[in-house]
């Protein structure tokens, strides 16, 4: 790679411009730290810069955000402008924006406050509360590069396009309808097929709790982002993970919806047409409650009017009262809800902490009374299969293409490889395979009302979301844990769980404890003596619990109760 290269230059300049939009007063006084100094720049790292008035908006969640905003207690305007600066500074931090649009965003927030002032009431649900996005999304005004440097100054890649600037998403038309400010959008890896963030506009995304480690992908930006509080909630996409994992790997929350139900209208993405897996948009935040505010009030803007994809399926109260009646029924000491166990699906071992975190869990279920299974599906090796033929129907060709357009090089490794498309009667052959491994997987769902006790299969499943804690950078390289429920088109939802200890996951000196389990992998774990362990230390550990197909009202109810149950065994370690 040539130091010259007109591409890089490019890049480069992408990336200066971005930086310039930050104005000078929220531009740190003095160089970040490195890594090896100061690993986390969560909580009181970033406070610093930041006024006790800011810190409280910030904190704030998605719904306590709303209540103030959508009230007239708090002011739009000052929210959006703390949202800005904590997103400025994240940006400095950890790279995690494409791009920048606070006076814009500030402007609407001025909008949004003249109309409460004459109305005395809010324009929607989301009024005044700030929304990040994943540079997928078209924003009027605003560039989508994706990652790609052949798209800078471009509507995709399309020169003289005159949708540039000019396109907005279905998604972006709902949430201005709901009230809700967009300010930035956020890093991804071009392609949007790794598990890293990573592209030759903004360099590297770290993970902001350990600036040694990756925040995951594709979604990345939007986890960093999150995570250091500069977003209240977000949106990103996912084909193969690219929610759940952002999402585990930052400490947050994180919905995949199954396919249908978030209109994709307008958005850019790779392998458009491909549809043997769809990806989907799915809400990231710091708590449970806020996806379901996101995903309800765009569901309220009836989606399947404007996309031709989504189906009418508006929220589903009945369904998320059922579910807290499960719920009720167990704090009372009654309980009928029943979830499977999959430690591992018999491909790759897990990493201490991840072994340690789904531990938490299934200690959690058992101590309220939950019937716990262990999960024995159809082989997981199939759908790795199948996600990994569909991943590569084209050989390539959309990101050759993608990446022909300024001649620039891969910056990360992709789930996607360079071969031979598959023919029309392969790809037929793989619907139909893929459809019957469905068939599989949803006979052996409904098996465990044998096993359960509860007169219904398990309520939902409990699994890794990743063989490893927030991945040591260039070393992701299995999908298999958050691709499966996309080939089946599973509801999941991504939860925080705890923090990787070098001083708790480690090898003990009897090797015939259970925790010397053949499904964990001590080699990779302190594969050079204790260097990994160490560099590690302090990641974040998620898991996720997947439902069948169209369950988000009942995930998103499980998760809240159970994401606070799972803190609260957490805490009494």
């Given at each position: 790679?040539?130091?010259?290269?007109p591409?890089?230059?490019?890049?480069?300049?992408?990336r200066?411009?971005?930086?310039?939009?930050?104005?000078?007063?929220?531009?740190?006084p003095?160089p970040v730290?490195?890594?090896?100094?100061?690993?986390?720049?969560?909580?009181?790292?970033?406070?610093?810069?930041?006024?006790?008035?800011?810190?409280?908006?910030t904190?704030?969640?998605?719904v306590?955000?709303?209540?103030?905003?959508?009230?007239?207690?708090?002011?739009?305007?000052?929210?959006?402008?703390?949202?800005c600066?904590?997103?400025?500074?994240a940006?400095q931090?950890?790279?995690?924006?494409?791009?920048?649009?606070?006076?814009?965003?500030?402007?609407?927030?001025?909008?949004?406050?003249?109309?409460?002032?004459?109305?005395?009431?809010?324009?929607g649900?989301?009024h005044?509360l700030?929304?990040?996005?994943?540079?997928?999304?078209?924003?009027?005004?605003?560039?989508?590069?994706?990652?790609?440097?052949?798209?800078?100054?471009?509507?995709?890649?399309?020169?003289?396009?005159?949708?540039?600037?000019?396109?907005?998403?279905?998604?972006?038309?709902?949430?201005?309808?709901?009230?809700?400010?967009?300010y930035?959008?956020?890093?991804?890896?071009?392609?949007?097929?790794?598990?890293?963030?990573?592209?030759?506009?903004?360099?590297?995304?770290?993970?902001?709790k350990?600036r040694?480690l990756?925040?995951?992908?594709?979604?990345?930006?939007e986890?960093a982002?999150?995570?250091?509080?500069g977003?209240?909630?977000?949106?990103?996409?996912?084909?193969?993970?690219s929610?759940?994992?952002?999402?585990?790997?930052?400490f947050?929350?994180?919905?995949?919806?199954?396919?249908g139900?978030?209109?994709?209208?307008?958005v850019?993405?790779?392998?458009?047409g491909?549809?043997?897996?769809?990806?989907?948009?799915?809400?990231?935040?710091?708590?449970?409650?806020?996806l379901?505010?996101?995903?309800?009030?765009?569901?309220?803007?009836?989606?399947?009017?404007?996309?031709?994809?989504?189906?009418?399926?508006p929220?589903?109260?009945?369904?998320?009262?059922?579910?807290?009646s499960?719920?009720?029924q167990?704090?009372?000491?009654?309980?009928?809800?029943?979830?499977?166990?999959?430690?591992?699906?018999?491909?790759?071992?897990i990493?201490?902490?991840?072994?340690?975190?789904?531990?938490?869990?299934?200690?959690?279920?058992?101590?309220?009374?939950?019937?716990?299974?262990?999960w024995?599906?159809?082989?997981?090796?199939?759908a790795?299969?199948?996600?990994s033929?569909?991943f590569?129907?084209?050989?390539?060709?959309?990101?050759k293409?993608?990446?022909?357009?300024?001649?620039?090089?891969?910056?990360?490794?992709?789930?996607?490889?360079?071969?031979?498309?598959?023919?029309i009667?392969?790809?037929?052959?793989?619907?139909?395979?893929k459809?019957?491994?469905?068939k599989?997987?949803?006979?052996?769902?409904?098996?465990t009302?044998?096993?359960?006790?509860?007169?219904?299969?398990?309520?939902?499943?409990?699994?890794?979301?990743?063989?490893?804690?927030?991945v040591?950078?260039?070393?992701?390289?299995?999908?298999?844990?958050?691709?499966f429920?996309?080939?089946?088109?599973?509801?999941?939802?991504?939860?925080?769980?705890?923090?990787a200890?070098?001083?708790?996951?480690?090898?003990?000196?009897?090797?015939?404890?259970?925790?010397?389990?053949?499904?964990?992998e001590?080699?990779?774990?302190?594969?050079?003596?204790?260097?990994?362990?160490d560099?590690?230390?302090?990641?974040?550990i998620g898991?996720q619990?997947?439902?069948?197909?169209?369950?988000e009202?009942?995930?998103?109810?499980?998760?809240?109760?159970?994401?606070?149950?799972?803190s609260?065994?957490?805490?009494?370690?």
């Amino acid at each position: 790679m040539s130091v010259n290269s007109p591409w890089l230059a490019k890049g480069e300049a992408k990336r200066q411009s971005i930086l310039d939009t930050i104005p000078a007063k929220w531009r740190l006084p003095n160089p970040v730290p490195p890594a090896t100094e100061v690993r986390d720049v969560t909580g009181s790292y970033i406070q610093q810069y930041l006024s006790e008035r800011e810190i409280e908006i910030t904190e704030s969640d998605a719904v306590d955000i709303a209540a103030q905003t959508t009230t007239g207690r708090w002011t739009a305007v000052e929210v959006t402008e703390a949202f800005c600066h904590r997103a400025a500074l994240a940006h400095q931090l950890v790279s995690c924006l494409h791009e920048i649009f606070f006076d814009a965003a500030i402007e609407d927030a001025k909008k949004l406050d003249a109309y409460f002032a004459e109305h005395k009431a809010p324009i929607g649900p989301l009024h005044g509360l700030p929304v990040s996005l994943k540079d997928q999304f078209h924003v009027k005004g605003v560039e989508t590069t994706m990652g790609y440097v052949g798209w800078i100054g471009t509507f995709q890649g399309a020169k003289d396009d005159p949708r540039f600037r000019i396109e907005e998403s279905e998604l972006v038309r709902e949430l201005r309808n709901l009230g809700a400010v967009l300010y930035c959008k956020t890093s991804v890896p071009a392609t949007l097929m790794a598990g890293e963030t990573v592209n030759h506009i903004i360099g590297y995304t770290w993970n902001p709790k350990n600036r040694l480690l990756s925040c995951g992908g594709s979604s990345g930006g939007e986890g960093a982002l999150i995570a250091l509080r500069g977003s209240p909630a977000g949106f990103g996409t996912d084909i193969g993970g690219s929610v759940r994992i952002p999402a585990g790997y930052n400490f947050l929350y994180g919905l995949r919806p199954s396919s249908g139900r978030m209109p994709y209208q307008g958005v850019a993405n790779s392998m458009d047409g491909q549809n043997t897996i769809l990806s989907v948009i799915g809400p990231l935040a710091p708590t449970a409650r806020s996806l379901a505010l996101l995903f309800k009030t765009v569901l309220s803007q009836q989606p399947w009017y404007h996309d031709p994809l989504v189906l009418e399926l508006p929220w589903r109260d009945a369904l998320v009262e059922e579910t807290r009646s499960w719920i009720e029924q167990a704090k009372a000491g009654n309980s009928t809800l029943a979830f499977g166990m999959m430690h591992w699906d018999g491909i790759t071992r897990i990493q201490p902490p991840i072994a340690r975190g789904l531990k938490i869990v299934e200690q959690t279920l058992k101590r309220l009374g939950h019937k716990v299974i262990t999960w024995n599906p159809p082989s997981h090796a199939t759908a790795g299969t199948l996600s990994s033929e569909a991943f590569n129907m084209d050989g390539g060709a959309d990101l050759k293409h993608h990446f022909g357009l300024s001649g620039e090089s891969k910056a990360v490794q992709v789930i996607v490889d360079e071969s031979n498309p598959i023919s029309i009667s392969e790809l037929a052959a793989l619907n139909v395979a893929k459809r019957e491994y469905q068939k599989q997987y949803m006979d052996y769902w409904n098996s465990t009302a044998e096993l359960t006790g509860t007169g219904r299969p398990v309520d939902g499943l409990f699994c890794p979301l990743a063989p490893h804690a927030a991945v040591i950078p260039t070393q992701f390289n299995y999908v298999g844990y958050t691709s499966f429920v996309n080939i089946l088109d599973y509801t999941s939802v991504a939860l925080p769980v705890t923090f990787a200890d070098k001083s708790i996951d480690v090898r003990a000196a009897d090797a015939s404890v259970a925790e010397l389990a053949d499904h964990i992998e001590w080699t990779f774990w302190l594969m050079r003596g204790t260097d990994d362990a160490d560099t590690y230390h302090g990641a974040p550990i998620g898991v996720q619990l997947v439902g069948r197909r169209l369950q988000e009202e009942k995930m998103l109810t499980l998760a809240e109760y159970l994401g606070g149950e799972i803190s609260k065994t957490v805490e009494t370690k």
